[in-house]
C-alpha cells in the first residue's frame, strides 16, 4: 500500500472541479485549465496499488479532491456494510480529502450490488433510518460528510415528506452537509411534475457544500408525460445552466462539479463545461 | 402499503415480474416504464462492467452472445461489493456449466485469466529486489534461497493454450494460438501487467516459491511435473520482470 500521505487540502475551492477519468491524465498534468479541483469515486481506488492510486496520489499533491461515494447504500434497509466502510475509512484515511459525499439512495439488497442509486419512500421511519446510517459513517470516518440529493423517475404512494424536507431534516439531525446535484434537481421537477425553482427555493442551500452539474437523456413514460433520465454522458443543456445560475445568486459561490461518466468526451470539451461554469461563479463574490 | 426493498430488488432483477405496487408516477398511476429505468440502469451498467472486464470472451463469443450471456450472468449472480472492478469472480464456473459454450471448453480458463489480470493491475506496489548476489552463489547456496514474489504475480494453469488464444486476441499480428496446453505467469511490472508463457513444470515451481518453499524444493516440485525441467529460463523470467522483492538467506 501507499503509506506516505499526500499533501492535505483542507477545502473545496468555490470554483469548479470535474470528475477525474484515467483518460485525462495527461492533458491535466500539462494543463488543467479552468478546473481547479478534482472528484473521484471511491470504489474506484480501493484496489491495492498500481495505476489508479498513483494517479490519485499524483492529482492529490496538487489539487484538492472531493471523494464521492456510489456504494455505502445509505438509505438500505440492512445495516451498513461495514467491510465496505472498512474500505472507505481507509482509503479517506490515506488521501485525506477536502470532503466526502454519498447518496441518498440505496444500492445494495441482501449482499447484492446492484449499482444503481435506487430510491426511497420519504418518511418518518426512512428519515431516521438514513440519519442513523448517516451518524455511523460520520464515526467512522471522523468527519462530516455531505449528502446528494438523487435524479428520480418515480413516487411511493407511501411518501409523507417532501424530499427538500427530508433533507434539511437529515442535515439538522446529523448535522451533515449537503451537495446539490442541480442536474438531479431538474431531472426530478420534470419527472415529478413539480417546479425546480420551487424545490431550489425549498433547498437548505447554506448546508450545501458542493454542487453537481451533468447531462440528461430525454424519453417519456407510457402516458406521454416527459421522463428524463441521469445519464452524465452528455453536455449540460441550457435550462439546467439556468437553474444554476438561478441556485448561485441565491447561495453564492460553491465548488461546483462537472459529472461526465459514460461517453466521456475528449479533455478541452470538459473543460469547456467548467468554463461555462466558472463564468457564473465569476458573476458572484467568491 | 409500503414497498420494501426485497420486493424491489426481485423486480429490478426479473424483468417478468410486476412492478411492486404503491410506485407510481405523479397522477398515483402505476409506473411501469419509470420503473424500467432502474431495470435498465442496473443491466445494462452491470453489463458494461463485464464487457469492460472480460475483452478477450467478448472477442471469442461475439457481441450478441456475450451480451445475452451477461444478461443471465448479472441476474444469478450480482456483484458481491460495490467493487466493480473485481465483478465476475463466477464467471469461470458459470462458464464451465454453460451449456451452450460446452464445445468452447477453454473460455473458463480465459475468464480465470481476464480476472488474474484484473487483480494483477490493482495489487499493491512492489519493489523489485537486488538480486545481483545471486549470479556469484554456489548451487546449494542458490537453492536454498526463498524468494518473496511481488503481489501482482499470478498463474493460471490451463490445459488449453490460454497464453496463444489471450495474445491472438489483444495483439495486432500476433500468431494463431498453438494445440498445446499452457500455464501463464502474469506479472506487473510497472503499471500494466504482462502475460508470459510458463516453460513445462514452470508452473509448479512458482506456485511453489508463492507457497514459501525454498528453490530447492520449488525445483523438486517441478521436476515432479516435468522431468526435465530447466531452472534457468523461469529464474530469467522472474528476475527480468521484476518478480522478486526479497530474497531471503536459509537459517
New interface residues.
Given amino acids: 500500500m501507499l503509506d506516505a500521505q499526500p499533501k492535505r487540502f483542507d477545502r473545496l475551492p468555490n470554483r469548479p472541479g470535474v470528475g477525474y477519468k484515467p483518460q485525462h491524465f495527461a492533458d491535466i498534468m500539462q494543463d488543467a485549465g479552468p478546473v481547479e479541483w478534482f472528484e473521484i469515486h471511491a470504489e474506484n481506488y480501493m484496489g491495492q496499488g498500481g495505476r489508479p492510486l498513483a494517479q490519485l496520489r499524483y492529482l492529490a499533491e496538487r489539487y484538492a479532491i472531493s471523494v464521492h461515494g456510489v456504494g455505502l447504500s445509505i438509505g438500505g434497509e440492512a445495516p451498513l456494510d461495514q467491510d465496505h466502510l472498512d474500505r472507505l475509512k481507509h482509503l479517506v484515511g490515506w488521501l485525506q480529502p477536502a470532503r466526502f459525499s454519498e447518496h441518498l439512495a440505496w444500492s445494495t439488497h441482501d449482499t447484492h450490488f446492484l449499482n444503481d442509486l435506487l430510491p426511497l419512500p420519504y418518511t418518518n421511519a426512512t428519515l431516521t433510518r438514513v440519519c442513523d446510517h448517516i451518524d455511523q459513517v460520520q464515526n467512522v470516518l471522523g468527519r462530516e460528510m455531505m449528502l446528494e440529493n438523487p435524479s428520480t423517475y418515480l413516487a411511493f404512494a407511501e411518501s409523507t415528506l417532501q424530499e427538500t424536507d427530508f433533507l434539511a431534516e437529515v442535515a439538522r439531525r446529523s448535522g451533515c452537509g449537503l451537495l446539490l446535484d442541480v442536474n438531479n434537481v431538474f431531472v426530478s421537477a420534470t419527472n415529478q411534475n413539480l417546479d425546480a425553482r420551487a424545490y431550489i427555493d425549498a433547498f437548505p442551500l447554506a448546508q450545501v457544500g458542493e454542487i453537481h452539474l451533468g447531462g440528461h437523456d430525454e424519453d417519456e413514460d407510457e402516458t406521454g408525460a416527459p421522463l428524463l433520465i441521469d445519464s452524465h454522458g452528455k453536455p449540460v443543456v441550457d435550462p439546467v445552466w439556468a437553474l444554476y445560475d438561478y441556485t448561485i445568486q441565491r447561495a453564492g459561490a460553491r465548488p461546483t462539479l462537472i459529472e461526465w461518466d459514460n461517453d466521456v468526451p475528449d479533455w478541452p470539451e470538459l473543460a469547456a463545461e467548467a468554463t461555462r461554469a466558472a463564468l457564473v461563479l465569476d458573476k458572484v463574490s467568491p | 402499503?409500503?414497498?420494501?426493498?426485497?420486493d424491489?430488488?426481485a423486480a429490478?432483477l426479473d424483468p417478468a415480474r410486476e412492478v411492486p405496487e404503491?410506485?407510481?408516477?405523479?397522477?398515483?398511476?402505476p409506473?411501469?416504464?419509470?420503473?424500467d429505468?432502474?431495470r435498465n440502469?442496473?443491466a445494462s451498467?452491470?453489463l458494461d462492467?463485464l464487457r469492460t472486464g472480460f475483452p478477450v470472451l467478448r472477442k471469442l463469443l461475439g457481441d450478441e452472445f456475450f451480451d445475452a450471456m451477461g444478461g443471465i450472468y448479472l441476474r444469478a449472480h450480482?456483484?458481491?461489493?460495490?467493487?466493480?472492478?473485481f465483478f465476475g469472480q463466477e464467471m469461470p464456473t458459470c462458464l464451465a456449466g454453460f451449456a451452450p459454450v460446452a464445445h468452447l471448453p477453454y473460455l473458463p480458463d480465459v475468464a480465470r485469466l481476464e480476472l488474474a489480470l484484473r487483480d494483477s493491475?490493482?495489487?499493491?506496489?512492489?519493489t523489485p529486489a537486488d538480486c545481483s548476489a545471486m549470479a556469484t552463489m554456489s548451487a546449494d547456496q542458490l537453492l536454498a534461497l526463498r524468494l518473496t514474489l511481488a503481489?501482482?504475480l499470478k498463474v493460471i494453469c490451463s490445459a488449453h493454450p490460454v497464453v496463444g488464444i489471450w495474445r491472438a486476441n489483444m495483439i495486432e499480428g500476433a500468431p494463431a494460438p498453438t494445440a498445446q496446453p499452457e500455464d501463464a505467469l502474469i506479472i506487473?511490472p510497472e503499471?500494466?501487467p504482462v502475460i508470459e508463457r510458463l516453460p513445462a513444470g514452470g508452473a509448479a515451481f512458482v506456485l511453489a516459491l508463492m507457497a514459501g518453499q525454498t528453490l530447492g524444493n520449488a525445483v523438486e516440485a517441478a521436476e515432479a511435473q516435468f522431468t526435465n525441467f530447466n531452472l534457468t529460463p523461469v529464474l530469467q523470467m522472474l528476475l527480468h520482470t521484476g518478480a522478486i522483492t526479497e530474497v531471503l538467506n536459509e537459517g
Fill in positions: 402499503m409500503s414497498v420494501g426493498q426485497t424491489f430488488t429490478l404503491g410506485l407510481t408516477n405523479p397522477d398515483g398511476q409506473a411501469t416504464k419509470r420503473f429505468v432502474y440502469n442496473v451498467s452491470l462492467a450480482p456483484p458481491a461489493t460495490p467493487m466493480l472492478m493491475y490493482h495489487a499493491a506496489d512492489a503481489p501482482s506487473r503499471f500494466d
